[in-house]
């Protein structure tokens, strides 16, 4: 049979750690914003300088447009145009002959020529349009000057623009990259500290699971982990307890057992080699066989039913009966404490109060709590039992008071755990398995009522349930 380790081994491999994940996403989320504000910052800042350029042309055409309708002279003109000049603008005014009126000593203007004739040439006096060619921003008009119609053309090159453009973006690729190794440093260190913290909580379970469980989960960088080991703590807790209880099954469970066998083994032996032609004997020898044959069936009994009732393998069969019969029944059963060892039941019962549940159940719980409070109330031998109603006739409560030594507050919450003792000393009269009060918490929980008890430490204990009160006459299956 091939060994798991090296499978799970394998699989871990598979899996990717916690820091390359982190790594990853740190590095895609950086990656992404900088392609984010590369883009912005090109879609955006190109449109904007396209729209300054455009209107600057613009307003620099009409300009002109307006000196040459009053009729400026050359040596103003000529001013306007090196003015406009400076400012990276370059004016051309022609004759509609194709002469040039200014700049005069400007070289080869006949492809300007051409394109300001094609745009504006056939078009009337006042007409310009605004357009974008090669590395440049154009207005081409026809316009008035002197008394006759003139082609106006205006460049304004966005060439400087464009490779400002570049330049910025080069200076934020930069950034960007500066950002993106940051990202990775971070998430880098971050992802340690998380790990770490997580590695420490790891070789702290493995510890745990080897038994130790004087460990202690320890995590407060991040909320969650926090919580993540206070929850483990709190298994471990869980987990100790649970193996202290199967420690205390097991020894309550082996010793229970063997006494009851032990005493049927020796009765047995002594029928078969002195009692067995002694009727009187013989028969006082089997029935001790019989009781503690019966004492072996109750405990059996009772781990049954409290596997059964935590595993919720049995169903409740609610129906309506009468709680005060129900009651009075099982106190009877009692009476032969009364009789043969001097007990005192104290009763407070209200007649004919009547409940909805499952009857046989209830009837082991209210069974499992007298016998309790006989087995732990004090010299004077009382139990006090008491049923009533509410004063709004909306639950009946059950009540057994003993007058024993009581239970301290940090024990109460455990009495309820299978086989848990109070560290007193006391009087066991009635045949017991330490299973009831857990039978009882089981059994309550499944019914949903309300269960607890009250302790006093030298003033005994009193355990109560409410059970909701219905009428008689209710249907018994509703």
Not at 106 to 111: H, K
Not at 132 to 140: F, I, K, L, M, T
Not at 368 to 388: C, F, H, R
Not at 405 to 428: A, Q
Request: aromatic share 10%.
């Amino acid at each position: 049979m091939k060994s798991e380790k090296p499978e799970k081994l394998k699989k871990l491999k598979r899996l990717k750690s916690v820091n390359s994940a982190m790594l990853g996403y740190f590095c895609l989320l950086a990656f992404f914003m900088v392609i984010l504000v590369e883009l912005g910052f090109f879609i955006i800042v190109s449109e904007t300088l396209e729209n300054q350029a455009h209107d600057k042309i613009t307003f620099i055409g009409k300009e002109i447009e307006e000196d040459l309708k009053r009729g400026v002279s050359t040596e103003e003109l000529e001013e306007s145009l090196v003015r406009n000049f400076r400012d990276g603008v370059n004016v051309f005014l022609f004759t509609l002959d194709g002469e040039p009126v200014a700049p005069l000593d400007y070289g080869a203007v006949d492809d300007i020529l051409k394109e300001v004739t094609a745009r504006a040439g056939g078009e009337e006096v006042g007409y310009f349009v605004v357009y974008r060619s090669n590395e440049a921003v154009n207005y081409a008009s026809k316009t008035e000057y002197a008394g006759e119609p003139h082609l106006l053309f205006v460049r304004y090159s966005v060439a400087i623009m464009r490779r400002t453009i570049l330049n910025m973006q080069l200076y934020l690729l930069i950034i960007g990259g500066a950002v993106f190794a940051v990202a990775v440093l971070v998430s880098l260190a971050f992802s340690k500290k998380l790990t770490s913290g997580m590695k420490t909580m790891s070789d702290t379970a493995v510890m745990l699971a080897k038994g130790d469980y004087g460990i202690k989960f320890t995590n407060v960088d991040y909320r969650e982990m926090a919580q993540l080991s206070d929850t483990l703590n709190y298994v471990r807790d869980e987990v100790k307890k649970s193996e202290d209880f199967q420690h205390e099954i097991l020894a309550n469970v082996t010793h229970d057992l063997k006494t009851p066998l032990t005493m049927i083994k020796a009765y047995a032996s002594m029928i078969k080699e002195i009692s067995g032609d002694n009727p009187e004997k013989r028969e006082k020898h089997l029935q001790v066989i019989i009781d503690e044959a019966d004492r072996l069936t109750g405990l059996v009994n009772d781990v049954l039913s409290v596997s059964k009732l935590q595993s919720n393998m049995t169903e409740l069969k609610l129906k309506v009966f009468n709680l005060t019969e129900l009651v009075y029944g099982i106190i009877n059963k009692f009476g032969y404490l009364q009789e043969a060892q001097g007990y005192s039941f104290m009763l407070d019962i209200e007649p004919n109060l009547y409940t909805r549940a499952d009857e046989e159940k209830i009837r082991q719980v209210i069974y499992n709590l007298l016998g309790n409070a006989a087995n732990y109330t004090g010299a004077d031998k009382t139990v006090y039992i008491s049923l009533k109603s509410s004063m709004d006739f909306k639950r009946v409560r059950f009540e057994v008071k003993d007058t024993g030594k009581g239970i301290s507050k940090d024990e109460l919450p455990e009495i309820w755990n299978r086989y848990y003792r109070v560290k007193e000393n006391h009087n066991r009269p009635v045949k017991g398995t330490g299973l009831g009060l857990n039978i009882v918490k089981a059994i309550l929980e499944n019914h949903s009522f309300d269960f607890g008890v009250e302790s006093e430490k030298d003033k005994g204990s009193t355990f109560w349930v409410d059970f909701p009160c219905v009428p008689a006459e209710i249907d018994i299956n509703e």
